[in-house]
T-cell receptor, first 115, second 111 residues
Framework: DTAVSQTPKYLVTQMGNDKSIKCEQNLGHDTMYWYKQDSKKFLKIMFS???????INETVPNRFSPKSPDKAHLNLHINSLELGDSAVYFC??????????????FGNGTRLTVT | QKEVEQNSGPLSVPEGAIASLNCTYS??????FFWYRQYSGKSPELIMS????GDKEDGRFTAQLNKASQYVSLLIRDSQPSDSATYLCAVMGGGSYIPTFGRGTSLIVHP
């Protein structure tokens, strides 16, 4: 019973291509996130959605576009991939709200390599 | 800009010893504090959460919070080689439920 699942696990592609990463959670959580983890293990928030509404959009190039068709899914589409986009991308979910600081549950990550 | 600081390590301890991992944060109104463990090539997994000043114990793990000093720590008693991982501190609160992560401390427990 996978709680937060994301696909694919590995993604190798060339510069300039467009790719998507999918994420689904079966925990009934209201909030979903995309984090980018660089080679030095730093986890940086990219986007957060609460009930399909965009809450947070940190300083991320507009080549990155999240899509949330429903509160259980948050996909990430990346246009015109660049070498610097190579990283591990984690999807996460939480029962988060301003009144409830609940912890995050992470997916297994997608290791993106741009050549 | 919220900041969460951790010593990157590596922190090396012998098997059976107590490992002490520290984290400081800049946002004084932070309310929730979490420790995640991340094995190499794996995703972060929650091991402890703490919301009020003092100590919270769970098995071999103890989280300690001092809001006045803006400091949270994680103690691992009877450290095992399987505890070798990167430990990430995360802080939430102040009207935001988006956690800010530290850069993590690498722990190595040697036999």
């Amino acid at each position: 019973d996978t709680a937060v699942s994301q696909t694919p696990k590995y993604l190798v592609t060339q510069m300039g291509n467009d790719k998507s990463i999918k994420c689904e959670q079966n925990l009934g959580h209201d909030t979903m996130y995309w984090y980018k983890q660089d080679s030095k293990k730093f986890l940086k928030i990219m986007f957060s959605y609460n009930n399909k509404e965009l809450i947070i959009n940190e300083t991320v190039p507009n080549r990155f576009s999240p899509k949330s068709p429903d509160k259980a899914h948050l996909n990430l589409h990346i246009n015109s991939l660049e070498l610097g986009d190579s990283a591990v991308y984690f999807c996460a979910s939480s029962q988060g709200s301003v009144l409830n600081n609940s912890p995050l549950h992470f997916g297994n990550g997608t290791r993106l390599t741009v050549t | 800009q919220k900041e969460v600081e951790q010593n990157s390590g590596p922190l090396s301890v012998p098997e059976g010893a107590i490992a002490s991992l520290n984290c400081t944060y800049s946002d004084r109104v932070s309310q929730s504090f979490f420790w995640y463990r991340q094995y190499s090539g794996k995703s972060p997994e929650l091991i402890m959460s703490i919301y009020s000043n003092g100590d919270k114990e769970d098995g071999r793990f103890t989280a300690q919070l001092n809001k006045a000093s803006q400091y949270v720590s994680l103690l691992i008693r009877d450290s095992q080689p399987s505890d070798s991982a990167t430990y990430l501190c995360a802080v939430m609160g102040g009207g935001s439920y988006i956690p800010t992560f530290g850069r993590g401390t690498s722990l190595i427990v040697h036999p």
